[in-house]
């Protein structure tokens, strides 16, 4: 389905990226993956087949993406599908966060999204497939996530901005919205299987499917978004949640 495609990844080393970069590699693209910790990049690639490297960037940083973008010209010539997945969620009470922590979140999930586009932006592929990583919580106000869930509420209107401004560079941009996900960013440190099956299980409870999501199902949206069997939709969203938005 993406035979002869070229995909970059944000945040590819773990979770829902590492899925997708399985996914997207076996449907035949060759794949890139970033991220800041090089020994991370590095087991991925070791797990993942298919023609897959890793670029060590900071979506913080623009010099390291600058630096990103020369090398995937350098590999690609041009980049055909772009996953801007790196992201942080943690909560963030009104009352108690302080002003580093809503820094960091937003650099990352807001700055570090849109310069990662504008980046990529002289190497995309005319008819390109741009998918934002947002969340459900652009849909819902909830309790103790008031910068995390404005920071999702950004990327889901970069989608609509972005298709709007590039389409007549044919790039369509969409957007994932994953519900809770059983992922590493849902990890505690030191946490034992035993007890992220039960926190799992307690999340779950909470989810009108019962259940956490797999990373497997939202690299399956990723993937449906970067083919060209969506070329008909721009701005976008496809929200995998387990009903948590909707029901």
């Known amino acids: 389905m993406l035979k002869g495609k070229s995909a970059l990844i944000t945040g590819g080393s773990s979770g829902i990226g590492l899925a997708t970069a399985r996914r997207l590699a076996a449907d035949g693209a060759r794949v890139a ?5 090089e020994a991370k990049l590095k087991a991925a690639v070791a797990e993942l087949s298919g023609d897959v490297f890793a670029i060590r960037a900071d979506v913080r940083s623009l010099p390291d993406l600058k630096a990103m973008a020369g090398e995937l010209g350098a590999r690609f010539g041009k980049l055909d599908i772009l996953f801007a997945n790196a992201g942080v969620a943690y909560g963030t009470p009104i009352a108690t966060t302080d002003e580093e922590t809503f820094d960091r979140l937003m650099d990352i999930n807001v700055k570090g999204v849109f310069f990662t586009v504008q980046s990529v932006l002289p190497i995309m592929a005319d008819g390109g497939s741009i998918v934002l990583n947002t969340s459900w919580l652009n849909q819902v106000g909830t309790t103790g996530r008031a910068a995390l869930s404005a920071s999702k509420a950004a990327v889901r209107s970069f989608a609509r901005t972005m298709s ?14 994953p519900g809770p996900t059983e992922t590493p960013i849902h990890r505690s440190p030191g946490q034992t299987e035993d007890q992220f099956r039960a926190y799992a299980e307690k999340v779950g409870a909470r989810v009108p499917a019962g259940r956490m999501g797999k990373p497997e199902e939202i ?3 990723v993937a449906f978004l970067a083919s060209d069997d969506t070329s008909f939709m721009l701005g976008a969203e496809i929200v995998m949640d387990g009903g948590l938005a909707e029901l």
Do not use: P, Q, Y
């Open 219 to 221: 690299a399956a949206a």
């Open 164 to 177: 709007a401004e590039l389409a007549d560079r044919r790039i369509r941009v969409n957007a994932v919205s």
């Open 33 to 37: 993956i970033t991220g800041t910790d």
